[in-house]
């Protein structure tokens, strides 16, 4: 059948030829009407909004009340700091602004409350260009010409169809806000604590409602600890470790998990005898016990340069490690199961390579449950890590959900909010992930019918 796209506006290319004819550019010029055709078409709103957000970010909320002196940087951010922020730092000292000349002015902290404003500008303008993206692309109607002369819409496409069935389901739609929410409170959480989440000035504040083990109120939402600090912004601190661990290890466990079982379903014989008894040795494993003991010898072993390693990172390969087993046996089926089909056999037949054929024509038909597997495997990821920390395997420098359930035990009867507000916080989002798999789950199953 012939096909016939019908399109609202021009490619890019054909905007850049109009553009020379009208301005009477030569062709040598092209690289000049390329700028400006983005600049006019394409990213013109998107510079004002980025630029609205951070001005209005980093110098209206300050004057509004806004401190930024609380700002930290967390974990992940302070690695990134160190890498390339002290030599930022650096120039503007060889430019002749030191933190003395300001006196007691927190240049530091000021640097990192408009690079947490940067992210968040960032952020938001990356969601609206992947969302008209997106709208570009399910938006196009192709036209077919049938048999019979008569034009037809072609049918949608697999993603568009599971976008369908996603949005009709309302506790899905739910699950995807809320991690959605999660995430941006994890990159951005600097900038809504009122304290410094390891300092003990509410220690000195029991005039207004501080001190050591307070009560919530209205200037401490959740309380302070038995060190006096403010609970409320260690919560949000503690949300980066979470879901920092639980997204790279399930990354790490996905790349192991889909690699070896790949391998496994597409070459078999030896190759697959040796990675499933691999597999099998992982799941005959007790993860708990041996997570417990590749921590512990990892932080309080011998070898120095290891236990200078951050405690998120050893966790994330810990995790990683001994979590791909189950998703490995699931794509060694699926890729079995694919690999004697007719188009299988047909790119084998026209001479593509067994990398081709795994990568293009075996992996993107399992995808859907790897997508699954993944997300619920990032809810585990938390779990796990929340489970660590409690048992005492976290260190004392890290602010992690788990570790100040552990640190609440002794004053629970007095003060039993300690605990309640991060083991709500894992329940909640850990409940979050599970909703979101299960409901792609069942947006992604081609059995469904609208």
């Given at each position: 059948m012939q096909r016939i796209k019908k399109t609202q506006k021009g490619s890019f290319s054909t905007r850049l030829d109009n553009y020379l004819v009208k301005k009477r550019l030569p062709k040598s010029m092209s690289w000049a009407g390329a700028l400006a055709v983005l600049w006019q078409h394409y990213y013109l709103n998107y510079i004002i909004q980025f630029l609205a957000i951070f001005l209005i970010g980093g110098g209206l909320l300050p004057l509004m009340g806004v401190s930024y002196t609380n700002v930290k940087l967390g974990p992940i951010s302070g690695y990134l700091w160190h890498t390339w922020g002290n030599g930022f730092i650096n120039i503007i000292t060889e430019a002749g602004i030191t933190t003395g000349s300001f006196g007691d002015f927190p240049?530091?902290?000021?640097?990192?409350?408009?690079?947490?404003?940067?992210?968040?500008?960032?952020?938001?303008?990356?969601?609206?260009?992947?969302?008209?993206?997106?709208?570009?692309?399910?938006?196009?109607?192709?036209?077919?010409?049938?048999?019979?002369?008569?034009?037809?819409?072609?049918?949608?496409?697999?993603?568009?169809?599971?976008?369908?069935?996603?949005?009709?389901?309302?506790?899905?739609?739910?699950?995807?806000?809320?991690?959605?929410?999660?995430?941006?409170?994890?990159?951005?959480?600097?900038?809504?604590?009122?304290?410094?989440?390891?300092?003990?000035?509410?220690?000195?504040?029991?005039?207004?409602?501080?001190?050591?083990?307070?009560?919530?109120?209205l200037k401490y939402p959740g309380g302070t600890d038995i060190l006096g600090r403010d609970e409320f912004s260690r919560l949000l601190a503690g949300s980066e470790v979470s879901l920092t661990v639980g997204l790279f290890s399930t990354v790490m466990s996905v790349l192991i998990g889909v690699t070896l079982g790949a391998l496994a379903g597409y070459y078999r014989g030896w190759t697959e005898e040796i990675i499933m008894r691999i597999t099998d040795m992982f799941l005959a494993l007790p993860f708990l016990v041996i997570a417990i003991l590749a921590v512990s010898f990892i932080r309080r072993g011998r070898l120095v340069f290891l236990r200078r390693i951050p405690q998120s990172i050893v966790?994330?390969?810990?995790?990683?490690?001994?979590?791909?087993?189950?998703?490995?046996?699931?794509?060694?089926?699926?890729?079995?199961?694919?690999?004697?089909?007719d188009y299988v056999n047909a790119a084998r037949v026209l001479g593509a390579s067994n990398r081709r054929i795994i990568l293009v024509h075996i992996l993107p038909n399992i995808l859907a449950p790897i997508i699954v597997i993944a997300t619920i495997s990032i809810a585990g990821g938390i779990l796990s890590e929340a489970g660590l920390t409690f048992l005492g395997l976290g260190s004392p420098t890290t602010i992690s959900w788990g570790q100040m359930v552990n640190e609440a035990q002794t004053v629970l009867k007095t003060n039993p909010e300690l605990a309640l507000l991060p083991g709500f916080a894992i329940f909640f989002v850990v409940l979050a992930f599970n909703l979101l798999g299960d409901a792609l789950r069942d947006a992604l199953d081609p059995r469904l019918r609208e």
């Open positions: 240049v530091k902290s000021l640097i990192a409350y408009l690079l947490y404003v940067f992210i968040v500008a960032a952020v938001w303008i990356s969601i609206k260009i992947g969302w008209r993206y997106y709208r570009k692309v399910t938006g196009k109607k192709e036209m077919i010409i049938a048999k019979d002369g008569t034009l037809r819409e072609r049918s949608p496409s697999q993603w568009t169809l599971v976008w369908r069935r996603y949005r009709k389901n309302k506790v899905a739609v739910l699950s995807a806000t809320l991690v959605v929410g999660i995430t941006i409170l994890a990159i951005v959480y600097p900038i809504l604590m009122p304290f410094s989440p390891v300092g003990t000035t509410p220690l000195f504040d029991a005039w207004n409602g501080g001190g050591s083990l307070a009560n919530p109120n966790i994330i390969v810990v995790l990683g490690i001994f979590g791909w087993a189950g998703l490995c046996r699931l794509v060694t089926a699926n890729t079995k199961q694919i690999y004697n089909l």
